[in-house]
C-alpha cells in the first residue's frame, strides 16, 4: 500500500490453520497490525485490495498453495437484478427496515443463536455466548450499523417480528456486508433480498459498491454471491469485471 507511508501499519501472516470453507484444506491469513490504526479510512482503503475484517481483526487470506478464495464486489450503478431476484424483492417488500447502532439487543442474539443451530451448527458456532457475539459483529472500529427487517402483523401492529439483521459497514467508496442472520422458519430468499437491499441504499449513498467479502467457486454456501450481475473479482490486485455470461474462475 502507497498509502501505509501515512500510517505506520505492518502486516504479519498467521500460523496455518484448518480452512473454514475447504474441508481437509488449510489456510493462513495476513493481518494488519496494529488494529487500533484500522479506523474508516484506513480500512476503506483496505478492503479494496481485499481485506475483511472480524471484529477488531482485520485480514485477507494468505494461503500458501491456493488462491480460492476471491473477494467479489457489486458495482451497483450497473446492477440489473434476474428474473427470481426481481421475485424475492416483491416476495419481501412487505418488510420493515430500521437501522441501528452496532450495540447489544437480547432479540438480536436469540435469532442469531437460533440461525446458527441451523445453518452451522456443524462448525461449532452454535456454542457462540454473548460475549463471542458481540466480539465477532459489534466490536468494530469504523461506521458499522445493524440494518433489522421486521414484519408487522395487521392484527397486532405494536408486536413486529424479527426476521433479519444485516451487520453492515459505511465505507468510504461502498458498503460492506459484513454478517447476515436471519429467521431460517420465514419464506425463502431472505439473504438475498437483504443484498438488494444494500445495493438500493448505496445508491441512494451515492456509493458505488456493495462488497460481499470473499467467494469460492467450489463452495455451494457461497454460490450466490456470484449470482449479482455484473460483479467484480479481484485478482491480482485489480477488479476484473464478470458479466452474466461469463464464469468467474
Known amino acids: 500500500m502507497n498509502e501505509s507511508a501515512h500510517f505506520p501499519l505492518q502486516f504479519y501472516a ?22 487500533e490504526l484500522v479506523d474508516g479510512r484506513v480500512y476503506s482503503l483496505l478492503v479494496e485490495r481485499g481485506f475483511r475484517r472480524s471484529g477488531l481483526f482485520t485480514y485477507r487470506p494468505y494461503c500458501d498453495a491456493c488462491q480460492a478464495c476471491q473477494t467479489l464486489r457489486i458495482p451497483v450503478a450497473d446492477f440489473v437484478p434476474n428474473r427470481s431476484q426481481r421475485r424475492t424483492w416483491r416476495a419481501h417488500a412487505h418488510l420493515q427496515t430500521r437501522l441501528m447502532p452496532a450495540l447489544m439487543h437480547a432479540k438480536h442474539y436469540a435469532l442469531y443463536q437460533s440461525y446458527l443451530k441451523a ?3 456443524e462448525a461449532g458456532m452454535d456454542n457462540d455466548d454473548p460475549a463471542d457475539y458481540e466480539q465477532f459483529l459489534l466490536s468494530s472500529r ?7 427487517f421486521v414484519q408487522t402483523d395487521p392484527n397486532a401492529p405494536l408486536s413486529p417480528q424479527l426476521r433479519m439483521v444485516s451487520v453492515i459497514d459505511v465505507l468510504d467508496r461502498g458498503l460492506s456486508a ?7 422458519n420465514a ?10 437491499w444494500l445495493i438500493q441504499w448505496a445508491r441512494r449513498l451515492g456509493l458505488p459498491y456493495v462488497y460481499l467479502g470473499y467467494w469460492i467457486a ?20 485489480i477488479w476484473q469485471r464478470i458479466e ?3 464464469t468467474p474462475g
Request: hydrophobic share 30%; glycine share 8%.
Open 14 to 35: 498467521t500460523a496455518p490453520y484448518p480452512c473454514s470453507y475447504l474441508p481437509g484444506q488449510t489456510a493462513r491469513s495476513q493481518v494488519a497490525s496494529p488494529g
Open 244 to 246: 452474466h455470461s461469463q
Open 142 to 148: 469504523v461506521d458499522t450499523r445493524l440494518l433489522e
Open 119 to 121: 445453518r452451522h451448527s
Open 218 to 237: 467450489g463452495s455451494a454456501k457461497m454460490a450466490y454471491k456470484a449470482n449479482f450481475h455484473p460483479h467484480e473479482i479481484l485478482k491480482d490486485g
Open 178 to 184: 459484513v454478517y447476515t442472520f436471519y429467521d431460517t
Open 187 to 196: 419464506s425463502k430468499g431472505l439473504g438475498t433480498y437483504s443484498i438488494l
